[in-house]
């Protein structure tokens, strides 16, 4: 770590120029990743200009090349594509295109370029930087230019930024647009799913990824499909045999329907292609089930980007311009990305080899190594789905005579349903007997416990709230009936799936160890719950489709303030004392500011953000949106700040109020947190059968070290197994929240984007890393 922290305010873009432009294939979030260079550009003090059309309106010249200005990409947030346009371009391709784009950029002073686009784009990209001096000095000789023009234009500065719904560059775990893509294709799906069940139909989904099957993956993780094809695993030679017999199996065991995923760019073990249509005529032929096809397409390019997307892709525009301003001549292109929840600079043509790499691999039939070289992230999702498909036969089947509970504790939180599911198939197939505990610690205590069976959790993935039912009760007052029941079943694991509750239900079980010998047994909890409050992980279940509830709803309030105009929106949201819902909400829907507990404010902070708005009703821009966590202060209300506003505002703006309630709770998961769900209650039920082995001593299983009970959260660029009591001291229990959030560290990035002068400290960006190679089995990536 550095000793001197870095501050946004020492860094000046004066004098400086950049240009911003996206190329190659659109991908939703574009827009959300222009407007943060923009901004983040003027905000520093450079200039920054709109390059149209990609690679061909810099060639081009003229009109395609426009200064930015702070208004410009004002509602540009949830538009899905780019605005600026793309397109592909044949003339950059040219020593002559090159020629021209580098004089259009002299001529306007720009000499900081910012490329949103897959690998091809960014590899034009590079390309461009290493002829630079010698296109310059063409320029020169042939007049076009002056030396001096030469001289202060001396050295091109290129960050990417990488746009592509396929998610298929090595060095990052997700693209701009790969989320929003997913988002698209379970939607699809889930309706798909409800015409299937009607007619006991087979669906056969193609899904796009000419060479990369991360989106066919995800989404046949996301649905629980019965099958699912991708260039980077081919299906060993024998397979149609055995895909007809698990649909056969499937349909044997009561499901009605079918879902087969199948990427566009399948191959066979000779890189021959599957298609749709031969799986279609294999099914029906072999099965004679209805089967359908159906093309995805563009479909999952287009609409609104989800949160996730444009929350990556505004901490990506934001550190792509504090990228340039540090670069010096000889720094090499780099692209910012993300790894874990962390964001990283890497250098642009490490990640472009690697990314050439796969393709080789795939074409000379290395595919283990292929995705080895895909990341840790696509490896560890094929992983997952490995474990959780293929239903082994009883006889093929580990015996353990070990039983492990499952339940669902504190409030509902979508995505639970699919970790349930996972929990229980990775335990049956890991050779053990899984129970599961309705209505959370009381009926446990009530013995409502019941073994539950492969085909017991069937289409549980996109189902929301909790199936198992919930419950907030704490176990300390049933701690006896509780120690019965797990005698009475002879559990010799628990799993628990829950929020704040399940936490402090964790800590208060492990301390009535003592008095109960039944409750020495390992026990893990996975964090769930809307508030995303859980000391030990960044993220919990649940989290990001309240953020996406409450994104779209302030999409739809904004758009009717639109159109009356001069109107401000106060918005509260959930999440009890911790304002991550409030200020990562903010900063995915364009809020002018966000109230929340961890930052206290007074009447001071408020009459400026009154004042901050009067100003911006100046400007074309005659809209607010202000959110509220709901517990941020006890006496300055939603209907306290309501009012404030509205009397401040007098003639100026109105006001209007919404508090968005359970909505945030409900609904179907988003696909992050079905796939989140799925993965992390897969490795907390491999752990349990880790700790069951080490822990079973003369016929029984005794597990009474602080270790023996942990959460399982997400750590910056990895899922850590904490035991609960070390977590004790992290956490502030009067208002349910950690002491240390991360998520702080975004609030003024909101602040900036809505033009606040604030502090930032980028100490934690800056250093240029490298791509790790095929490391070691690293099972902690998520």
């Not at 409800?194 to 060479?211: D, I, K, N, P, Y």
């Not at 479909?299 to 997307?309: E, Y």
């Not at 949201?573 to 995915?588: E, F, K, N």
């Amino acid at each position: 770590m550095q000793d001197t922290k870095k501050f946004i305010e020492n860094l000046s873009g004066a004098g400086k120029s950049i240009g911003v432009l996206t190329s190659g294939g659109d991908a939703q979030g574009m827009n959300a990743a222009v407007r943060a260079v923009v901004r983040m550009g003027i905000y520093v003090g450079a200039k920054v200009f709109f390059i149209h059309e990609g690679y061909q309106g810099m060639v081009d010249g003229g009109d395609n090349i426009k200064e930015a200005s702070w208004e410009s990409v004002s509602s540009m947030l949830q538009v899905g594509g780019t605005v600026i346009g793309s397109a592909r371009c044949k003339d950059f391709r040219t020593h002559e295109g090159r020629l021209r784009a580098a004089l259009n950029l002299v001529q306007r002073g720009i000499t900081n370029l910012c490329v949103i686009g897959g690998d091809g784009s960014l590899t034009g990209a590079n390309l461009f930087r290493e002829e630079w001096s010698g296109l310059l000095d063409e320029l020169v000789q042939s007049g076009q230019i002056s030396e001096e023009a030469a001289q202060t234009h001396s050295a091109l500065h290129i960050v990417g930024m990488v746009g592509s719904i396929d998610n298929d560059f090595c060095g990052t775990d997700m693209t701009i647009g790969t989320d929003s893509a997913l988002h698209r294709i379970i939607e699809v799906v889930d309706a798909i799913m409800t015409t299937a069940q009607s007619h006991q139909r087979t669906f056969v989904l193609e899904v796009m990824g000419r060479h990369c099957g991360y989106l066919a993956l995800v989404s046949a993780l996301a649905c629980g499909a019965d099958w699912v094809l991708i260039p980077e695993m081919p299906p060993k030679d024998g397979w149609e045999e055995q895909m007809c017999h698990k649909l056969s199996e499937n349909r044997a065991d009561k499901k009605r329907l079918n879902i087969i995923i199948v990427a566009e760019g399948a191959i066979d073990q000779n890189n021959k292609p599957i298609t749709t249509e031969l799986i279609k005529d294999l099914v029906v032929r072999c099965l004679g089930f209805d089967t359908r096809v159906t093309i995805l397409g563009h479909v999952q390019r287009g609409g609104t980007p989800s949160a996730f997307d444009r929350i990556l892709a505004s901490r990506m525009g934001v550190e792509a311009v504090l990228a340039l301003l540090e670069a010096s001549p000889g720094t090499p292109a780099c692209v910012v990305s993300l790894c874990g929840n962390q964001a990283v600079r890497l250098p642009l043509m490490e990640c472009v080899q690697m990314t050439q790499e796969v393709q080789k691999a795939m074409d000379e039939k290395r595919f283990e190594e292929a995705v080895k070289l895909r990341g840790r992230s696509f490896e560890n999702n094929l992983n997952t789905y490995k474990l959780l498909s293929h239903r082994k036969m009883n006889a093929e089947l580990p015996r353990s005579s070990f039983n492990v509970a499952v339940l669902n504790v504190g409030a509902p939180a979508a995505g639970m349903n699919a970790a349930v599911r996972s929990a229980v198939r990775v335990g049956i197939t890991e050779g053990h007997t899984v129970f599961a505990v309705s209505d959370g610690f009381e009926g446990f205590s009530k013995g409502q416990i019941k073994e539950f069976k492969w085909g017991d959790v069937g289409g549980w993935t996109g189902q929301g709230g909790s199936l198992l039912g919930t419950k907030r009760t704490l176990p300390a007052k049933h701690i006896d009936k509780i120690a019965e029941q797990m005698r009475i079943h002879n559990i010799n694991a628990l799993l628990v799936i829950g929020g704040f509750e399940a936490y402090l239900g964790l800590l208060e079980l492990q301390a009535a160890r003592s008095k109960h010998a039944e409750l020495c047994v390992p026990m893990v909890m996975v964090p769930a719950t809307v508030s995303n409050n859980i000391p030990g992980s960044d993220l919990s279940i649940g989290a990001d489709t309240a953020l996406n509830a409450i994104t779209d709803t302030c999409d739809r309030i904004k758009q009717s303030a639109s159109g009356t105009k001069r109107r401000v929106f106060i918005i509260e949201t959930m999440g009890g004392y911790c304002g991550y819902l409030a200020t990562v909400g903010g900063l995915a829907s364009g809020a002018d500011a966000a109230y929340i507990y961890e930052e206290p404010f007074d009447i001071r902070d408020l009459q400026s953000n009154v004042e901050h708005l009067t100003e911006k009703m100046k400007t074309s821009i005659q809209r607010g949106l202000v959110l509220r966590n709901e517990n941020s202060s006890e006496n300055y209300t939603t209907d306290f700040i309501y009012q404030l506003y509205s009397e401040e505002g007098k003639g100026v703006f109105d006001c209007r109020k919404n508090v968005l309630g359970h909505m945030q709770q409900g609904g179907a998961p988003s696909p992050f947190d079905r796939n989140f769900g799925t993965k992390i209650a897969a490795k907390a039920m491999q752990w349990i059968s880790k700790k069951l082995k080490e822990f079973y001593r003369e016929g029984r299983v005794f597990a009474n070290t602080e270790d023996s009970a942990c959460l399982l959260g997400m750590r910056r660029r990895a899922l850590v197994f904490q035991p609960v009591i070390q977590l004790k001291d992290e956490t502030d229990f009067v208002h349910r929240i950690p002491k240390e959030q991360w998520w702080l560290r975004l609030r003024p990035l909101m602040k900036i984007l809505a033009k606040y002068k604030t502090s930032y400290d980028v100490s934690d960006s800056g250093q240029l890393e490298h791509i790790v190679r095929l490391r070691a089995k690293d099972n902690s990536a998520i």
